[in-house]
């Protein structure tokens, strides 16, 4: 087994998230942070260690009779493709790690398996309120004993533990040992303070009463709402630069107010930086345009940060729509919405900051004691870029109020009103994801819309209302049906030049025939090394395979002749609607793993569009590959919409937020993270897959009634599901219970804000239309094991209501019941059953 150093990491990090710099790590040799890992101390099973099955029948032992070191191992044994066992232990840090903080990751491992990547070891590094930050690598299996598998990550926020998996992803056997798991603490010095920050220029008001005051050196002098000033805590404000590794600095220079705008550029030949920035009222907003450029002639990584010094300890942080926190638990991170919400927690005041969703790039908001509540964008400046972002990058966001009340639901809606057309929902009905081809005829064909199938078999769908969208992939190209598995890169790039593509064939997959080499070759995303990535593994649908991710923009060698994947995708699809007008769009797969490479090859920076950003472990500038698949959606966008045709993709995850907006279909392969979900789309249609779980009734029942809470449509990926009438019964039966309420609710619009309360907490309630219709439904579920009775409270004025009372019926158990009017609200006491979700249809009765 070879080590294979493919990284994934979340987003990248953040260096300086609290408002220190790194300096120095402390030694490699760090003591080892796990407990019992070598296996060796235990009765029946290894002390500290959790084993996981994942709800197959992959079998875990404690194994004594093979071991790198000591006397025992870990054997993790899957009997087929879709067993993936892994043991667990979760490792505590008091104090939490730093951002900019390294963690050093090793085992030993061994295999006797025919599968590759099978032995993976998988990070989740967690902390206060924002989401966790994944790595992981993956281990070149071949047998003949213990190899090491190793990586490392740089700590994106805060982390207070890390929760460390031992895998296997493969049939076949590994064998783990000897984890050994260091961190590495930066050490941190304040950042420079602003000086000079006599006189104060004040901007416009916006329409609701925001304004914002800037002191002549370019700190923050004041925030105000309705001419009150609102309570500042922290010391830094105004843009600040962070060069990798180097010293915070503020960008100050003399402000100067031309017009209704203020001015700012800043020079440093010490830094070798320039800065422009422009503040300006529009509307509802405060927005600022602006520019950092390199001017000293070298590549490099640098933070820009703007500081709002507002908030109190007891002001909260909206990490969710479902979950707020006081700033004294942070710091916080929000990197899942393009927004982000703080407020007072006694009034009705609140700020938002954003990103427009028209500028993509690589960005967060954090709150930390330092520099209080901050967007930060991470820019790769390089000269080898092109036209606008040579040696530079732009950058914009916006300022502007949010109700208190309400937070980041408030913020979102106002949000959606800024960038009505990112938000747009062009799909006239909603409904299942069809996964395949089933084996036998449906007895439920209504209850799917969206099928991931064609061009063949079309009129079928037709037939049944269902939108055919053939099925593309841009982030990759791999060679297949492999004798023998490579293995190592170095062998995979032999294949690689000794491959000898097919011919093409009349109905040959776009990019898969004779042209497959030249794709490879023009779009090969390279790592540090300037080596391409390429991906060793066997897979059910390929077998042995070797994997190379692709750029997919479509401006790589847009002007010449050369071929690459976006030019061949975007013909081929043109092509197949002028063939087959009566397809209604494209299903593109795949943008959660093919863009989490980062790609180092510089003479695919004069093509981006979009700025670049850099590797949290080096600073060196690269191409995160998520941003070239966010381009190739912007051109497949344009041409579908021309023809009326829809844009399906899988892979939405949290960190494909700016990917959300040209899409009119999203799906993802999961059922995590919902509530960001329905946040991003709006009233798109979501939809998921979800794996393992297609035998278990119960557990389907449960997701159907959790994804209903958001209007989120589910579907069951295994093709076992779809084998005969009997192993589609369950499906069905849920299928047609719920399927005709999504479509009520979804059709009525979900809307952010609830204008409704439960005297329970514990509940979650989200609140549907009224449509132009006057429907208007609610959906509350209870997340908790016990069934639960709570008060809902209807807001009369904000609804629109006028009745004396209300008549609310479940549509999932025809249960009624009356609200009552009391002055301005509707209340009414309501039972929900444990991990349900109840539908309430709102009318007059």
């Known amino acids: 087994m070879r080590t294979h150093t493919y990284r994934i990491l979340c987003a990248l990090a953040p260096l300086a998230a609290v408002g220190l710099l790194p300096t120095a790590f402390a030694e490699q040799n760090s003591p080892n942070s796990v407990a019992n890992p070598g296996f060796e101390s235990g009765e029946t099973t290894p002390d500290n260690w959790t084993f996981n099955h994942r709800r197959t029948a992959s079998e875990i032992a404690w194994d004594k009779t093979q071991s790198h070191s000591g006397v025992a191992s870990i054997r993790i044994t899957n009997h087929n493709r879709t067993e993936s066992g892994n043991v667990i232990q979760t490792i505590d840090l008091n104090p939490p790690l730093a951002p900019g903080s390294r963690v050093t990751f090793r085992a030993m491992a061994a295999t006797e398996s025919p599968g590759r990547n099978g032995a993976r070891i998988v990070l989740y590094l967690q902390g206060g309120s924002a989401k966790r930050q994944t790595a992981w690598v993956s281990g070149e299996a071949d047998s003949g004993g213990f190899t090491p598998i190793g990586g490392e990550a740089i700590a994106e926020r805060p982390t207070d533990r890390i929760v460390v998996y031992l895998c296997n992803y493969a049939e076949g056997t590994v064998w783990w040992d000897d984890l050994h798991l260091s961190v590495n603490r930066v050490s941190m010095r304040p950042a420079e303070k602003r000086t000079g920050d006599n006189g104060a220029l004040t901007l416009p008001p916006t329409d609701d009463g925001l304004q914002l005051a800037m002191t002549k050196s370019g700190g923050v002098d004041r925030v105000m709402i309705d001419g009150q000033v ?25 402000l100067c107010l031309e017009g209704t705008a203020l001015h700012q550029r800043f020079t440093s030949d010490k830094l070798g930086l320039h800065v422009e920035a422009e503040y300006r009222t529009q509307g509802s907003v405060v927005e600022c345009s602006g520019m950092v450029e390199e001017i000293s002639g070298t590549d490099r990584g640098v933070e820009v940060v703007f500081a709002l010094p507002v908030g109190l300890p007891n002001w909260l942080w909206s990490s969710s729509i479902r979950r707020d926190l006081p700033l004294s638990a942070g710091p916080h991170t929000q990197s899942s919405t393009t927004f982000a919400a703080l407020s007072a927690p006694d009034n009705e005041q609140g700020l938002a900051l954003a990103v427009p969703a028209d500028a993509p790039c690589d960005c967060q908001f954090t709150y930390d004691a330092a520099f209080g509540f901050c967007v930060r964008f991470r820019f790769g400046l390089s000269h080898a870029a092109g036209g606008r972002l040579k040696g530079r990058a732009p950058f914009r966001f916006v300022l502007y109020r949010c109700n208190g009340r309400w937070r980041l639901r408030d913020a979102a809606a106002r949000y959606y009103r800024l960038w009505p057309d990112a938000f747009t929902s062009r799909a006239t009905n909603q409904g299942l994801w069809m996964f395949g081809t089933p084996r036998f005829p449906l007895p439920d064909p209504e209850n799917y819309t969206f099928h991931e199938a064609g061009p063949a078999g079309w009129e079928d769908d037709d037939t049944h209302g269902i939108l055919t969208c053939p099925y593309i992939i841009p982030g990759q190209r791999e060679i297949t049906r492999l004798a023998t598995l490579p293995k190592d890169r170095e062998q995979a790039m032999e294949v690689f030049r000794d491959f000898q593509p097919p011919e093409a064939r009349k109905r040959s997959r776009p990019g898969w025939g004779p042209s497959i080499k030249e794709i490879v070759e023009n779009c090969a995303l390279y790592d540090a090394q300037g080596h391409p990535h390429v991906l060793v593994r066997n897979t059910f649908w390929g077998g042995n395979s070797i994997t190379f991710p692709l750029n997919a923009s479509p401006h790589l060698h847009e002007a010449d002749d050369h071929l ?112 960001q979900k329905r946040v991003m789309a709006y009233q798109k249609p979501f939809l998921l897959l979800i794996y393992n779980i297609h035998d278990d009734p119960a557990q389907m029942e449960h997701y159907f009634h959790l994804c209903t809470l958001y209007g989120i449509y589910p579907s069951f990926a295994s093709m076992r599901v779809y084998e005969n009438a009997k192993m589609y019964e369950a ?115």
């Open 230 to 254: 609102l309570e500042q805590s922290a010391v830094h404000s105004g843009l600040w630069l962070m060069p990798f590794g180097e010293d915070a600095v503020p960008v100050s220079g003399d």
């Open 731 to 845: 499906t069905a039966g849920l299928n047609r219970r719920f399927v005709p309420v999504l479509r009520k609710i979804t059709a009525a619009g979900w809307q952010p804000v609830t204008h409704a309360d439960s005297s329970k907490p514990m509940l979650w309630l989200e609140r549907w239309g009224p449509n132009s219709d006057g429907q208007l439904y609610f959906t509350v579920y209870n997340p908790g094991k016990q069934s639960c009775t709570s008060k809902i409270t209807l807001s009369a004025s904000a609804l629109g209501l006028r009745s004396e009372s209300l008549q609310l019926t479940d549509l999932l158990s025809d249960d009624a019941w009356t609200a009552r009017w009391f002055e301005d609200r509707y209340e009414v006491p309501l039972s929900i059953p444990a991990q349900q979700c109840r539908v309430l249809l709102v009318e007059s009765p």
């Open 564 to 675: 690459t994947i976006a030019k061949t995708l975007l013909t081929h699809v043109e092509k197949m609607h002028e063939e087959i007008p009566s397809l209604d769009g494209i299903y593109v797969d795949s943008l959660g793993l093919w863009g989490n490479y980062l790609n180092y090859r510089r003479d695919h920076f004069r093509e981006t569009t979009i700025p670049l950003s850099y590797d949290p472990l080096t600073g060196r500038p690269v191409i995160p590959n998520r941003f070239t698949l966010l381009e190739f959606l912007w051109a497949l966008r344009d041409k579908l919409h021309a023809n009326d045709k829809l844009l399906f993709a899988n892979g939405l995850h949290p960190n494909r937020r700016f990917h959300f907006f040209p899409l009119d279909v999203l799906g993802v392969e999961g059922h995590s993270d919902l509530e």
